[in-house]
Antibody, heavy 117, light 109 residues
Framework: EVQLVESGGGLVQPGGSLTLSCVDS????????MSWVRQAPGKGLEWVSY???????YYADSVKGRFTISRDNSKNTLFLQMNSLTVEDTAVYYC???????????WGQGTLVTVSS | EIVLTQSPGTLSLSPGERATLSCRAS???????LAWYLQKPGQAPRLLIY???TRATGIPDRFSGSGSGTDFTLTISRLEPEDFAVYYC???????????FGGGTKVEI
């Protein structure tokens, strides 16, 4: 059973950087397609980035060139390196995973990123 | 890039009533790549339906999904108190490789 726990959120100034982590305490992380999905306060869900079990990565246009997704299968951990942050990046960031790349069976509880001066 | 439009934005109903939620795509898409989620306040989303009509593990049979092409529907046959939440549809795009959510429908009492 996949169980996802995010960490690393917090307050950061515009232009700053932050790295989020997501640990899977289950036993099948390496075979799970993993993603980051965010939700701005009072808004809907927005897909941010995807990393396949084989390592291929994909990004939403809104974060391309600024965010980097990666995974360490030996540590059952997913990462999101976020650079050049703007106030529009303020959101709860969820890590989400699926046994296929088509949808998400598993979600973490989310970690809040606030970009403000 | 596909845009998903959900309607209505808010649905005001009572427990025991039937809820019909719509998700319309800007272009025809594969039913295999359409999913629905439920999100309660302060919680992460939860997968309800995948492949447009297959219920996820543990989802009660009062939830059903249907549709094809550009029009998809989530139906809740008899609303229970715990069903009042926000519902999102989601599409996986094979080319380009992007994932899209609809804007959500809030089902309220």
């Amino acid at each position: 059973e996949v169980q996802l726990v995010e960490s690393g959120g917090g307050l950061v100034q515009p232009g700053g950087s932050l790295t989020l982590s997501c640990v899977d305490s289950g036993f099948s992380f390496s075979s799970i397609f993993m993603s980051w999905v965010r939700q701005a306060p009072g808004k809907g869900l927005e897909w941010v980035s995807y990393i396949y079990s084989g390592g291929s990565t994909y990004y939403a246009d809104s974060v391309k060139g600024r965010f980097t997704i990666s995974r360490d299968n030996s540590k059952n951990t997913l990462f999101l390196q976020m650079n050049s942050l703007t106030v529009e990046d303020t959101a709860v960031y969820y890590c989400a995973g699926g046994v296929t790349r088509h949808y998400f069976d598993y979600w973490g509880q989310g970690t809040l990123v606030t970009v403000s001066s | 890039e596909i845009v998903l439009t959900q309607s209505p934005g808010t649905l005001s109903l009572s427990p025991g009533e039937r809820a019909t939620l719509s998700c319309r795509a800007s272009q025809s898409l594969s039913s295999s790549y359409l999913a629905w989620y439920l999100q309660k306040p302060g919680q992460a989303p939860r997968l309800l339906i995948y492949g447009a009509s297959t219920r996820a593990t543990g989802i009660p049979d009062r939830f059903s999904g249907s549709g094809s092409g550009t029009d998809f529907t989530l139906t809740i046959s008899r609303l229970e108190p715990e069903d009042f939440a926000v519902y999102y549809c989601q599409h996986y795009g094979a080319s380009p490789r992007v994932l899209t959510f609809g804007g959500g429908t809030k089902v309220e009492i």
